[in-house]
């Protein structure tokens, strides 16, 4: 897993799978793997499936990189607690998948909180050997 900085300002983690590495063969599959975690989690709320390549698509407009085949957000939220209004402002949260030719790439926004990023990191590094 990779800690970057995209566009100079914002800190996402991110690990790139090749395809032989996993037993999921799809996006779909991938997300339904983190949603069961998420599910599982005590504290954890799953929110929504966002399919960000079929809506760019559906834009006149819409530009998407011809290496990306799919690629959709999970969301969900940790909020166990509620102390200022500004924490509003960094969730939900969400890890992003996207498939190119040989490989699966996800990605999530880094949390404002440590346990929260390492649950993200968990989810998503345990997918090389959870199988559903």
Same mark, same amino acid.
């Given at each position: 897993?990779?800690?970057?900085? #995209?566009?100079?300002?914002?800190?996402?983690?991110? /690990?790139?799978?090749?395809?032989?590495?996993?037993?999921?063969?799809?996006?779909?599959?991938?997300?339904?793997?983190?949603?069961? &975690? /998420?599910?599982?989690?005590?504290? /954890?709320?799953?929110?929504?499936?966002?399919?960000?390549?079929?809506?760019? $698509?559906?834009?006149?407009?819409?530009? /998407?990189?011809?290496?990306?085949?799919?690629?959709?957000?999970?969301? #969900?939220?940790?909020?166990?607690?509620?102390?200022?209004?500004?924490?509003?402002?960094? &969730?939900?949260? $969400?890890?992003?998948?996207?498939?190119?030719?040989?490989? #699966?790439?996800?990605? #999530?926004?880094?949390?404002?909180?440590?346990?929260?990023?390492?649950?993200?990191?968990?989810?998503?590094?345990?997918?090389?050997?959870?199988?559903?």
């Amino acid at each position: 897993m990779k800690q970057k900085i #995209f566009k100079d300002k914002y800190h996402i983690f991110e /690990i790139e799978y090749k395809k032989s590495e996993l037993t999921y063969k799809s996006v779909d599959e991938i997300i339904s793997a983190l949603q069961i &975690r /998420i599910d599982a989690h005590p504290v /954890i709320a799953f929110i929504a499936i966002f399919d960000q390549y079929k809506h760019t $698509s559906s834009l006149k407009d819409g530009e /998407i990189n011809p290496k990306i085949k799919a690629a959709k957000n999970i969301i #969900f939220c940790f909020g166990k607690e509620l102390p200022t209004p500004e924490v509003m402002a960094v &969730r939900p949260r $969400s890890i992003g998948v996207c498939e190119t030719e040989d490989s #699966f790439i996800l990605n #999530f926004l880094e949390a404002p909180n440590e346990n929260a990023n390492k649950t993200m990191e968990e989810f998503v590094k345990s997918l090389k050997t959870y199988i559903y």
